[in-house]
């Protein structure tokens, strides 16, 4: 499997991309790597640090994109950017799949524009995976279309099923239309319309409406939405676990009693935690799309952009963008 990587996207890049290559090249043995970049800033890392040569190329990149930008226009004007060549490496078929922490509205256009979405499909989406009761779920949009059509949405639901079986292995990924009621009455005319569309659909196994609430329930394993309150779910799902966890150390550590009770449970806390730590799931794959391509998380550190290249590996092997033009394409018929 060989992926591309966009060395110089993300808050922490390159040093922690770069480490994360390396510590994903040690544990995989399969994974070849196209660090792509300032090249002389990528060979002086190398040189200090052990690697398998023979795993590893390096495509020099002199322009960087970054966040403050207008993502379209540096699509089309920073050629040379580590962003646009990693995504050519894609749209070329030199790899099966890119890894950036940069800006995601540049990926988004980068994707649409360069490697370009795959036949029938009508608006790409990206589908981070958040832990839930039992296992995990995905989230789908979370921002990248912050307006959304009942077509849409359908396509999604699709798009959701297909990665969900084909990374997990889950047969039959029960689907929920994220909506302010259960009831199939509930909704605006976004999901109304949506929900009508998601229940004719008989490769859809479709649940019904699910509610805030129940996103990480584990009565789902794909919940569907547009990007504007996809996005919103997603920080506000970071921003609470991060709350609780403050909090819950804050209480532990506020008697000797509760510092003896933490002691003991010290353990179970720690595989808490890693439940809830973002590093541990990689980063979103932006479905739809007519080759791989995976966001990263903008803070990732090397251990959540080793997980995001494991992400890529997977979505490689598993077919993903096959099962999905195969998924689209009955849709049309």
């Known amino acids: 499997m060989k992926i591309a990587v966009d060395v110089f996207g993300g808050d922490n890049a390159p040093l922690a991309v770069l480490e994360g290559c390396l510590l994903s090249q040690e544990q995989n043995a399969q994974m070849e790597l196209i660090l792509v970049g300032e090249s002389s800033l990528i060979e002086r890392y190398l040189l200090e640090h052990p690697h398998d040569a023979k795993r590893l190329c390096v495509l020099h990149a002199p322009e960087v994109i970054t966040a403050n930008e207008q993502p379209t226009a540096a699509i089309k004007h920073k050629r040379e950017s580590s962003l646009v060549k990693a995504l050519l490496c894609v749209a070329d078929e030199e790899a099966g799949c890119m890894v950036s922490a940069g800006s995601t509205g540049a990926l ?85 319309a949506a929900f009508s569309l998601l229940k004719e659909q008989t490769p859809i196994n479709f649940l019904g409406n699910c509610e805030g609430r129940d996103v990480l329930s584990g009565d789902f394993d794909v919940v569907v939405c547009d990007g504007f309150s996809g996005n919103i779910v997603l920080k506000n799902t970071e921003g609470v676990a991060g709350f609780m966890m403050d909090m819950l150390k804050e209480e532990l550590m506020a008697d000797m009693r509760s510092k003896l009770g933490a002691m003991l449970a010290k353990p179970a806390f720690r595989r808490l935690k890693r439940k809830m730590d973002y590093t541990e799931y990689g980063g979103a794959p932006l479905l739809g799309i007519n080759g791989g391509i995976i966001k990263a998380h903008g803070s990732s550190n090397a251990k959540a952009f080793s997980a995001a290249l494991r992400q890529a590996g997977a979505y490689i092997e598993g077919g993903v963008t096959n099962a999905i033009a195969q998924a689209i394409g009955a849709l049309q018929e």
């Open 108 to 192: 988004l256009a980068g994707a649409t524009l360069l490697v370009r979405r795959l036949k029938g499909v009508k608006r790409p989406a990206l589908s981070p995976i958040l832990p839930s009761k039992g296992g995990c779920v995905a989230l789908i949009d979370c921002g990248a279309n912050v307006d959304s059509k009942p077509q849409y949405l359908q396509q999604f639901a699709l798009m959701g099923s297909a990665y969900m079986q084909h990374i997990f292995g889950v047969a039959k990924p029960r689907v929920g239309l994220l909506n302010n009621g259960a009831e199939e009455e509930k909704g605006n005319e976004l999901t109304k």
